[in-house]
């Protein structure tokens, strides 16, 4: 299986700071990476994908970028609603895997 | 819009058996793949299992390949999982999971709230 290390698993940032995490898959992936975003007791959402993608409605502070092996995910000014956890999930194959998870927290 | 709904969790001893339900609606579901994830309690998301749209391809994750089993009914508008011989580590929040396609192109669009599911004796 194609394993995602997504760091840093957690972090702790102030409102208007921007925010980034990173995610390393063990294969090359092209662009088949999405980014999820999982508020407290909620369900996952998909905000970006093809590594890069917008998915219409979600905020433009949000954005991805990478190819390969190696992606980017970046608030560009935090916001208090932006709490939440963050994963990344290849579908390179169909062996889907997710990242373990950035926690996004409010310094 | 689009709404899946899922039931059908709760507790059950290890070796037993549970069928989990996501009800959908707001779209049509035999245009589209649709997957079960789940969630250990305080833990990350894993991928369980996947159906394309006319049953054709079904995928397991290797942790749940031949005890559990996902099937749809797109006349009834749901998705099925069977999931037998639980065992302890199958405690999860179950999710439903909607693709933006036909086939398994393993996207998760669109989720519902969760059902839990609690193997312990």
């Known amino acids: 299986d194609i394993q995602m290390t997504q760091s840093p698993s957690s972090l702790s940032a102030s409102v208007g700071d921007r925010v980034t995490i990173t995610c390393q898959a063990s294969q090359d992936i092209d662009k088949s990476l999405n980014w999820y975003q999982q508020k407290p007791g909620k369900a996952p959402k998909l905000l970006i994908y093809?590594?890069?993608t917008l998915k219409t409605g979600v905020p433009s502070r949000f954005s991805g970028s990478g190819s390969g092996t190696d992606f980017t995910f970046t608030i560009s000014s935090l916001q208090p609603e932006d709490i939440a956890t963050y994963y990344c999930?290849?579908?390179?194959?169909?062996?889907?895997?997710f990242g373990g998870g950035a926690k996004v927290e409010i310094k | 819009e689009v709404q899946l709904v899922e039931s059908g969790g709760g507790l059950v001893r290890p070796g037993g058996s549970l069928r989990l339900s996501c009800a959908t609606s707001?779209?049509?579901?035999?245009?589209?793949?649709m997957y079960w994830v789940r969630q250990a309690p305080g833990k990350g998301l894993e991928w369980v299992s996947g159906i394309s749209w006319n049953s054709g391809t079904r995928e397991y994750a290797d942790s749940v390949r031949g005890r559990f089993t996902i099937s749809r009914d797109n006349a009834k508008n749901s998705v099925y999982l069977q999931m037998n011989s639980l065992r302890e580590e199958d405690t999860a929040f179950y999710y439903c999971?909607?693709?933006?396609?036909?086939?398994?192109?393993?996207?998760?669009?669109?989720w519902g709230q969760g059902t839990l599911v609690a193997v312990s004796s």
């Open positions: 999971s909607k693709d933006v396609a036909l086939g398994l192109r393993g996207w998760f669009d669109s």
């Open positions: 707001g779209f049509m579901l035999e245009n589209y793949a």
């Open positions: 999930q290849q579908f390179h194959n169909l062996r889907l895997t």
């Open positions: 093809d590594a890069s």
